[in-house]
C-alpha cells in the first residue's frame, strides 16, 4: 500500500481514494470503499480502465510492445524456452531446475491418457460438432470423471486438478478432431516431448507409420509457448469469475473454453483464415481494406489490432519469423492463400488508417498461417489455443482461489430501464 491518494469530489462531499503503486504498469486508485463512502458506482464497460484483481503472473506493456511472465520476456523464452518449462514457470513463479522441470515434466506426461469411458462422451456429439463445442463439452465434463480433483480447498487436488488439466487437454483436443474427420482416437505417446506428440495425435493414423517433424514440433511449441498466458483477457477473467463462486477448476477453465471462442478473442484465427479465403487473391486485397476503413460498415480485418498492444504484438513478432520458417520447410511459399496473407500484412501496414490507429497484426494473424500450413483445419486453430490457455487459466485460477481476502466476483450496473410500475392485467394491456 503506498502513501498516495486521489481525491474524488462528489456534490460537497470529498473522498479519499487510496492509491496502489504496482511494480510495473500505471497506480491503480482503489475504489473498493467507494460506494460505502461515497453512494455511487463506477462506470466501465469493457474493463478499459479498470483492474479486477492483483497478480503476479504476466505483466503487458502495451506501449512498448512487452510481455513478460513472472518478469521474463516472451521472446526470450520463445528463443530459450519450451512450453512445459514456461507451463512450470508460470504455475510456480520460477524457473524450474533441471531436477524440478524432470519431475514436472513426469507429472504431466503420467496424466496424458483420459479415462476410457470419455471415449464414449465424444461419440454422443454430432460428426460435424465444431471441435470448440467438443471441447467445451468434454473439459466441463472432466469434474464427471476425476472427483478426487475437485475439491478446491484441499491443496493436493488443486495441484492434481491443474496436471491434469495440462496433460489432458492435448489428448481432448487432438480427440475432438479425429471424432470430426471419421478417424479413429490415437493414444498419447509418453516418449515424445508435449507438442510432438500433439502432433502424433492429430496427424497418425493407425495404418501408417507417422514421422514427426523436430521443425515442425518446435513450431508448435513455441506457438503454445506464446499463447501461454496473456494477463487478464477476457476468457482468464471468465475464469477467475467462474471460480470466485467456489466452482470446480473443470468447470471454470470450460467457461474460458467457451469465452475464448469467440471471433474478437480466440476465434480470431479462424476467422482470420476465414478472411483470406474470402479475398482469395491478392488484386482483392484493397476492396476488403477498404470495407474495414470505411465507418459506415461493421467489417474488421481480422488478425489486426489489439486492446491493450498499441504497438507490434510481441507474440506477432516471434510467430512472423516461425511462419517463414515453416512455410519454407512445407514448401508452401507459394500457396495462395498465404500470398494473400503476406501481401495484406503489407498494405495494411502501410496503410495510413492502420498506422493512425496503432493496428498491426497480432498473434492470432501470423499463427493462422502456420497452422494452415502445417495441414491443421481453421476449425482447430481456436482449440489449439485453448489448450494452450490452459495453463495460463489454471494459473491464474491457482493465484485467486490462494487469496484469503477472495469474494466472490459481483458487478454493479447503471441502471436504465423501467422505474417501478405496477403489474398490468393482461386484459387492460
Ligand atoms: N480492422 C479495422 N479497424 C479496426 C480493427 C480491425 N481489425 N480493430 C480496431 N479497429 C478500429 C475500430 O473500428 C476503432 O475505430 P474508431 O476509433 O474509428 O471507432 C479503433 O480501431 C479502435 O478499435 P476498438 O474496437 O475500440 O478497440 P478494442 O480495443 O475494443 O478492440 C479488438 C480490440 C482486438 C477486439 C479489435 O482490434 C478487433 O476486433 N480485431 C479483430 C479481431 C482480432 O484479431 N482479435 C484477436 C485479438 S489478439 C488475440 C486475443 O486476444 O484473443
Not at 58 to 75: A, N, Q, V
Not at 128 to 134: K, N, Q, R
Not at 365 to 373: D, P, R, V
Request: glycine share 6%; charged share 25%; hydrophobic share 40%.
Amino acid at each position: 500500500m503506498s502513501d498516495k491518494s486521489a481525491r474524488l469530489i462528489i456534490g460537497n462531499k470529498e473522498i479519499e481514494l487510496p492509491i496502489h503503486t504496482p511494480t510495473a504498469g500505471p497506480d491503480v486508485i482503489d475504489i473498493t470503499k467507494l460506494y460505502a463512502q461515497g453512494d455511487v458506482f463506477t462506470y466501465d464497460p469493457g474493463f478499459t480502465s479498470t483492474a479486477a484483481c492483483d497478480s503476479t503472473i504476466t505483466f503487458i506493456d502495451g506501449i512498448k510492445g512487452e510481455l513478460l511472465h513472472r518478469g521474463y520476456p516472451i521472446d526470450q523464452l520463445a528463443e530459450k524456452s519450451h512450453f512445459l518449462e514456461v507451463c512450470y514457470l508460470l504455475l510456480y513463479g520460477e524457473l524450474p531446475s533441471a531436477t524440478e522441470l524432470e519431475d514436472f515434466e513426469a507429472r504431466v506426461t503420467n496424466h496424458t491418457m483420459v479415462h476410457e469411458q470419455m471415449h464414449n462422451f465424444f461419440r454422443g456429439f454430432r460428426r460435424d460438432a465444431h471441435p470448440m463445442a467438443t471441447l467445451v463439452g468434454v473439459v466441463g465434463a472432466m469434474s464427471a470423471f476425476y472427483h478426487d480433483s475437485t475439491d478446491i480447498n484441499d491443496d493436493w487436488q488443486r495441484e492434481v486438478a491443474a496436471i491434469r488439466l495440462i496433460a489432458k487437454l492435448p489428448t481432448i483436443a487432438a480427440m475432438a478432431y479425429k471424432y470430426s474427420v471419421g478417424q479413429p482416437f490415437v493414444y498419447p505417446r509418453n516418449d515424445l516431448d508435449y507438442a510432438a506428440n500433439f502432433l502424433h495425435m492429430c496427424f497418425s493414423v493407425p495404418a501408417e507409420k507417422y514421422e514427426v517433424d523436430p521443425i515442425l514440433a518446435r513450431a508448435m511449441d513455441r506457438i503454445f509457448t506464446l499463447h501461454a498466458d496473456h494477463e487478464q483477457n477476457a476468457s482468464t477473467s471468465t475464469v477467475r469469475l467462474a471460480s470466485s463462486s467456489g466452482a470446480n477448476p473443470f468447470a471454470c477453465i470450460a467457461a474460458g473454453i467457451a469465452c475464448l471462442w469467440g471471433p474478437a478473442h480466440g476465434g480470431a484465427n479462424q476467422a482470420c483464415l476465414e478472411m483470406l479465403k474470402e479475398i482469395g487473391t491478392v488484386d482483392r486485397i484493397p476492396e476488403f481494406i477498404a470495407r474495414a476503413k470505411d465507418k459506415n460498415d461493421s467489417y474488421r480485418l481480422m488478425g489486426f489490432g489489439h486492446r491493450v498492444y498499441k504497438n507490434f504484438d510481441p507474440r506477432a513478432t516471434v510467430l512472423k519469423q516461425s511462419a517463414d520458417e515453416v512455410l519454407e520447410l512445407l514448401g508452401v511459399e507459394n500457396n495462395p492463400l498465404l500470398q494473400v496473407a503476406k501481401e495484406l500484412e503489407k498494405q495494411a501496414l502501410n496503410d495510413p488508417y492502420f498506422a493512425e490507429k496503432k493496428l498491426f497484426p497480432n498473434v492470432d494473424f501470423y499463427s493462422g498461417i502456420i497452422l494452415e500450413a502445417m495441414g491443421f483445419p481453421t476449425s482447430m486453430f481456436t482449440p489449439i489455443f485453448a489448450l494452450a490457455r490452459t495453463v495460463g487459466w489454471i494459473s491464474q485460477w491457482k493465484e485467486q482461489i490462494s487469496d484469503p481476502n477472495l469474494k466472490i466476483g459481483r458487478p454493479r450496473q447503471l441502471y436504465t430501464g423501467a422505474t417501478k410500475r405496477d403489474y398490468t392485467d393482461i386484459e387492460n394491456r
